[in-house]
């Protein structure tokens, strides 16, 4: 049978030391709890870098609202007042 595939981690089937020659299998996924550590890591790593964008994100938004509100308040007392001006104006005006 001809091998597509040679692992560079492990010595050839004909070479392999030990008490049996099959102490590791051809296709054997011995590194899996270390990939899945990392994946899990990996993971836990976005997942905190997602929190920390989204507060972010969250503060930017409520400073802009708070802006916004502050800037609207303003406006609006400043409408008023040029509106008392005319309709006092006018007042006058009709008085006269």
Known sequence: ????KERI???HPAHREGISGLTYFD??????????????EETKFWID???????????IDKKEEMLYGKQDIT??????????????????????
Do not use: H, W, Y
């Open 1 to 4: 049978m001809k091998r597509t």
């Open 9 to 11: 981690d492990f010595a």
């Open 27 to 40: 296709g054997e996924d011995d590194v899996r709890p270390a990939r899945v550590k990392q994946q899990i």
């Open 49 to 59: 870098r997602q929190k920390e964008e989204k507060k972010m994100k969250d503060d």
């Open 75 to 96: 406006n609006n007392i400043l409408l008023g007042a040029s509106q008392d001006s005319l309709m006092q104006n006018r007042r006058m005006m009709a008085k006269s």
